[in-house]
Nanobody, 123 residues
Framework: QVQVVESGGGLVQAGGSLRLSCAAS????????MGWFRQAPGKEREFIAA????????YYADSVKGRFTISRDNAKNSVYLQMNSLKPEDTAVYYC????????????????WGQGTQVTVSS
């Protein structure tokens, strides 16, 4: 079956940067959407970014727009999230997501989740 694995989380100071990586593997077809969500303790899981397979449709949550950049490598079934100008409010577990349906503004259909990677931003 398909497995989705993300990595790259860690502890950074406010204003710093991190780059998250995610790769899907297994007996799969190509996904029409890959993206990222995050969830802080006591909070709902939040959509933050997604890309279509054509790399023509890219969506960001308002909270990260201008600071985070999503990219995708279809040949590797991989997606990346470059996070700059990090704020303490960005602290959360970040989840990679893959879906067969294309993304829409503000959300994406999720067929597979990664295990999550912790991002902690100190003040």
């Amino acid at each position: 079956q398909v497995q989705v694995v993300e990595s790259g989380g860690g502890l950074v100071q406010a204003g710093g940067s991190l780059r998250l990586s995610c790769a899907a593997s297994g007996y799969t077809f190509s996904f029409n959407a890959m993206g990222w969500f995050r969830q802080a303790p006591g909070k709902e899981r939040e959509f933050i970014a997604a890309m279509s397979r054509t790399n023509d449709s890219i969506y960001y949550a308002d909270s990260v727009k201008g600071r985070f950049t999503i990219s995708r490598d279809n040949a590797k079934n991989s997606v990346y999230l470059q996070m700059n100008s990090l704020k303490p409010e960005d602290t959360a577990v970040y989840y990679c997501a893959a879906g067969y349906r294309p993304p829409v503004i503000g959300r994406m259909n999720v067929d597979y989740w990664g295990q999550g990677t912790q991002v902690t931003v100190s003040s």
